[in-house]
């Protein structure tokens, strides 16, 4: 038996070039920031074709014109809401546009500004959940098949105390609703493909 030759052999194996770990667990970072960049765009499409339908909404309907004067004033408030975070997700996607070349600092900076964008996303969340219910109002109580008043004394509080509270409750209940909604549809979208990126980062601390 040529134990030299056996020798030989083991050391050309040792040798021989292989890919680190470390660069194979990066490469599965890929995967969710390519899905965190795909959603974000699907999205901006769609909040913006929502806006687009919520102004054209009223003119397929027939209201009076104090409630169609309201929606449109509170919808634009929304709609300047939801312009700013659609901006912002813009920003972030012009950002990360090479991010695709992933190391662990590509990887913790897009963490953080996806962190970022996230709470503009949900602070505007919270300030839409507080108007889009007037502006839903306005559009089922101010149809002309309603008394021309009956919008104004609703949006004027000119109703009975127990009207106010019952009126209060319920906003505040739809308010919340739409909220716990919005933000959990937003943890589906982003937080679990930003949950695997960190379990990323800690496999290469270990």
């Known amino acids: 038996m040529n ?7 083991l050391e050309n194996e040792d040798h021989a070039p292989h890919v680190p770990e470390s660069l194979a667990i990066l490469k599965k970072s890929e995967m969710p920031i390519l899905r965190i960049r795909k959603t974000m765009k699907g999205e901006i499409i769609t909040q ?4 687009v339908i919520f102004f ?3 003119s397929f309907m027939k209201l009076h014109q104090f409630p169609r004067a309201v929606y449109y004033i509170f919808m634009f408030l929304t709609a300047l809401m939801t312009l700013g975070y659609v901006t912002k997700m813009i920003w972030f996607l012009k950002k990360t546009e090479s991010v695709q070349s ?6 913790l900076l897009f963490i953080h500004d996806i962190q970022l964008t996230l709470e503009v996303y949900k602070t505007a969340i919270i ?4 108007l889009l219910p007037i502006s839903i109002t306005a559009l089922l109580l101010g149809s002309t098949n309603f008394d021309e ?3 104004q004394k609703w949006f004027l509080l000119d109703i009975s105390v ?4 019952s009126l209060i409750f319920g906003y505040l209940i739809t308010t919340f609703f739409i909220y716990i909604i919005t933000i959990k549809w937003a943890d589906n979208l982003y937080v679990r493909h930003i949950d695997k990126l960190k ?5 290469l601390n270990e």
């Open 3 to 9: 134990f030299d030759n056996i020798k030989s052999a």
């Open 48 to 51: 913006l074709l929502c806006i």
């Open 56 to 58: 054209v909404a009223p």
């Open 102 to 107: 992933s190391t662990k600092e590509t990887i």
């Open 127 to 130: 300030s839409g959940s507080i």
């Open 149 to 151: 008043n009956l919008f």
């Open 162 to 165: 127990t009207g106010i509270i």
């Open 199 to 203: 379990n990323v980062l800690n496999s």
